[in-house]
């Protein structure tokens, strides 16, 4: 099947640290990946993407890596701090289409 | 400038009613989006609309969902004879064209009781 998974589905750190967020993705067909963050009773909130012609892209204290070999994503976050707790989603969108597919999701709760 | 808006935040609902809820795009975005969010899940797909029309309604679960954009701004999905199982959050999203970057409204819980 077509599936957009994650890795670990909660992550603790301590603020200050690195936090790192993964996710896994089966369908070769995808060429644009997505990053959100969603707070409790918000909607999720754009964080960062990256397109398959890409293998790195930086934000303001994110960085995505995508490994198009192994269909991994990953989501660093540099200095984590408490703002950032949230269930982060990764994303796909497939070249021919249009819908968003979701992974379950991560938990990150930053410790102060 | 404004995000996307959704209307109502919470709506509770009797088993067998119709509601109706409401997605306000971000000014100029042509494409709309319409996603459900089950607690615990990420977001899953219901529909898609390009202007006026819905390109692509392949996530709708039956005949019991519907939405329109008769404008090609405010969109509405409508379900009928709501069944408990409709209990969730619908989110809308909506981006400047087909294949860019989602942005998506706080959302509607939906409870039916």
């Known amino acids: 099947g077509e599936s957009v998974g994650l890795h670990l589905p909660t992550l603790s750190v301590q603020e200050g640290d690195n936090s790192i967020i993964n996710c896994a993705y089966s369908?070769?067909?995808?060429?644009?990946f997505i990053w959100y963050k969603q707070e409790s009773g918000k909607g999720p909130q754009f964080i960062i993407d990256?397109?398959?012609?890409?293998d790195k892209r930086q934000g303001q204290r994110v960085t995505v890596l995508l490994n198009k070999t192994v269909k991994h994503l990953s989501l660093q976050i540099a200095a984590t701090q408490p703002g950032d707790s949230a269930v982060y989603f990764c994303?796909?969108?497939?070249?021919?289409?249009?819908?968003?597919?979701f992974g379950a999701g991560t938990i990150l709760r930053v410790k102060s | 400038g404004a995000g996307v808006s959704q209307t109502p935040s919470n709506k509770v609902t009797e088993k067998g009613k119709y509601v109706e809820l409401r997605c306000d795009p971000i000014?100029?975005?042509?494409?709309l989006y319409w996603y459900r969010q089950s607690l615990g899940q990420g977001p899953e797909f219901l529909i898609y609309?390009?202007?006026?029309?819905?390109?692509?309604d392949s996530g709708l679960p039956n005949d019991r969902f519907f939405a329109v954009r008769p404008e090609g701004s405010v969109s509405t999905l409508k379900i009928q004879r709501t069944e408990r199982g409709d209990s969730a959050v619908y989110l809308c999203?909506?981006?400047?064209?087909?294949?860019?970057?989602?942005?998506f409204g706080p959302g509607t819980r939906l409870t039916v009781l």
């Open positions: 609309f390009q202007g006026t029309g819905a390109a692509d």
């Open positions: 994303a796909e969108n497939r070249r021919d289409g249009n819908k968003l597919v």
């Open positions: 369908n070769s067909a995808s060429d644009y």
């Open positions: 000014s100029g975005h042509t494409a």
């Open positions: 990256i397109r398959s012609n890409m």
């Open positions: 999203a909506s981006s400047p064209g087909g294949t860019d970057t989602q942005y």
